[in-house]
């Protein structure tokens, strides 16, 4: 039982990372003899999702992409691996800090083939644009949640106290 209280209660680093966008944009009268040029973005964030630090952490793309930048500034390394691939090491990732990788190339894009921690291997998450409404409605969301569920509680509770007292217990045997 200790051990798994203190699987809960230690902090622990949780390295996630998402693809933020991709799009391509097509320039007019940008490329060569003034055609058309195809420009590839991409965004990747990892995010460590957990309260202790994640260290060593590794990016690893099919191929060196043409312009990366990594959003915000910290320290970085690029390695090219021997089977050609080609990886970002970031020495440490606070706990709920994240940083972005933004690619932008004139040919094909490289796929993320890895991301990994030193102690992990960083899980992917769908990431999705969502509305974001006032915090009074918010609050009132938050407000009506809690009182939905202390009403099936006290539901339940009454139910089950219904139940209890419909069979009462037979009187005990006299001697």
Do not use: C, D
Not at 33 to 61: D, K, P
Not at 82 to 99: D, H, I, M, Q, Y
């Amino acid at each position: 039982m200790t051990i798994v209280l203190t699987q809960f209660a230690l902090a622990k680093g949780r390295l996630r990372w998402a693809n933020r966008h991709q799009h391509s944009f097509l320039l007019p009268n940008a490329g060569p003899n003034g055609t058309q040029l195809l420009i590839n973005t991409l965004e990747i964030w990892v995010i460590n999702t957990g309260r202790a630090a994640v260290e060593e952490i590794e990016i690893v793309f099919n191929w060196e992409p043409q312009h990366f930048e990594i959003w915000n500034p910290r320290e970085y390394s690029e390695a090219h691996l021997p089977n050609g691939r080609f990886s970002l090491k970031v020495p440490t990732l606070a706990g709920k800090e994240f940083f972005s990788v933004a690619l932008l190339s004139t040919g094909p894009l490289p796929e993320i083939i890895n991301v990994r921690s030193k102690n992990s291997i960083a899980k992917p998450f769908m990431m999705l644009p969502t509305r974001q409404f006032p915090m009074w409605f918010n609050v009132i969301g938050l407000a009506l949640l809690i009182l939905g569920m202390a009403t099936v509680i006290y539901g339940l509770l009454a139910l089950v106290s219904l139940l209890g007292a419909g069979s009462p217990l037979p009187p005990p045997p006299k001697p």
